[in-house]
């Protein structure tokens, strides 16, 4: 039986995942995938919470609208600085992006 | 929409959820970087699988278009012109220690969230409401009641790819 606790438990075992990864990674790319996991899991929940409300409304799919939108744009973005601080510092390795510690 | 399925939905769900669980793992774990982007892309497809399963048709197919289509297919570009000539270098050794703490953290939260869900379960609904959610319905919503947040979406998408562009452009 499939029910709305089976979607939060899913979704809570990606952002488990999505925070391994954002914890322990070293690559910039890396931790890119986890913010995009843990975005993902949320997406998942907004969904099963309005499919499960009575009476339904699209709300919940809205949010997941700009949701999948504003991480595109993140995406796009995140790539460009680490395109930059590959060209400024040959290694995409956050633990020597060092440059502005005092 | 109704949505028949020759399979009952649990093992669907059951098969969603492993692939979409083990293809995430895969992405952050596979030692090739292009594989991992690989691992992140089955991923969204299954996630994409779940939004058909909730009766979200359109945003299964923003999922597979956006995501799929395009993060994916910037991260593997990005990948290739960052990659080294000796190919991505191995961290494995040094990650030892931290990852056994970020594991400890990451499956605590985890549990935990999973925990209270099952704890409050009974207090939630148990099956959807029959009434159906038609996805015209996505549009008008979209354009009626939240006109303003649409049009700032917009506007933030533009100033990110005017930015992102600027990031990348190489100055000579």
Redesign the interface.
Known sequence: MVTLVSYIVVSAALLGIGIYGLSVKRNAIRILFAVEIIVNAANINFAAFTRYLNPPTVSGQVIVFYSIAASAMEAAVGLALILVAFRLNNSIDVRKMDKLKG | MEVTLAVP??VV?VIL?TI??LA??L??QAKE?IY??IG?GI??IG?AG??V????P??AM??IA??VG??VV??LF??M??RREEG??V?EK??RG??A???W???L???S??GI??L??PN??????N???PVS??GP??VT??PV?LVI?AL??SA??L???M??KVER
């Open positions: 939905p649990d769900f959820a979409t669980l995430a793992i992405a952050l970087l991992g982007a992140l991923s969204f996630i779940f939004f399963l909730l009766d979200a359109y945003l923003l999922q956006i995501y395009a993060v910037l991260i990005t990948i012109l960052v991505e270098e961290t040094s990650e931290e990852g703490a970020g594991l953290i990451a499956g939260l985890a549990v969230i999973a869900a099952a409050a379960g939630l609904a148990q099956t959807p409401p009434a159906e959610l319905e996505l919503v979209l009641q939240y947040p979406l933030v998408l990110a790819l930015g992102a562009l990031l990348a």
